[in-house]
Structures are given as structure tokens and as C-alpha cells.
């Protein structure tokens, strides 16, 4: 599930994680490897905890789990292109189902 929010030139996305396992090491480095191809800055945020989308630890350290609700900002001139892509990314289950 998806909704699309801007906020002050950041565009956000709110997904719902539906893999197993939820946003465990190897779903955090494909949003990173995603991230990275994008001139882009990403924030994650799972309810207050707010952590940037470049950093695997920073997405391990939001333990969430399958359902968990999240809200992906993105700012940058490619920033329409990543919330795309990082959203289609939760969508396929980060490929692993």
C-alpha cells in the first residue's frame, strides 16, 4: 500500500513492508543499492525513529518487521525516480519471494 505525500520539496511515499522477514540485512542493502543509483537524499522513518536511506544499519536499526507501516522521503533532482524505484522495490517483496 501506497501514498504518495509532499512535504516543503520533499516527496514521501508511505509503504507497508509485506516480505517474511521484513527489513532485515539483505532487504536493507537492495533500498541502499537502489538509493545509490539516484542523486538523491533519502530518510526512512518508522513511527518517531528517523534514519537515512544510505545507510544499512541506520534501516536494520528500525527492527521492521513484516507490516510495519514506513514513510520514505526523498529530496534531490532525482527524487521522483527514487521513491518510484524504492517503492516498486517494498512492492516485489525486495525480490525475494
Not at 534531490?76 to 512492492?91: K, N, R, W
Request: hydrophobic residues 45%.
Amino acid at each position: 500500500m501506497q501514498d504518495d505525500i509532499i512535504i516543503g520539496g520533499e516527496l514521501c511515499e508511505l509503504v507497508t513492508l509485506m516480505n517474511q522477514r521484513g527489513l532485515h540485512a539483505r532487504a536493507a542493502s537492495k533500498f541502499v543499492q537502489v538509493v545509490m543509483q539516484y542523486q538523491v537524499d533519502v530518510q526512512v522513518q518508522k513511527e518517531e525513529t528517523i534514519v537515512s536511506g544510505h545507510s544499512i544499519m541506520g534501516l536494520m536499526m528500525l527492527a521492521a518487521s513484516r507490516g510495519t507501516r514506513l514513510k520514505i522521503c526523498a529530496s534531490g533532482p532525482d527524487a521522483p525516480a527514487a521513491i518510484m524505484a524504492l517503492s516498486e522495490l517494498v512492492q516485489r517483496k525486495f525480490d525475494e519471494e
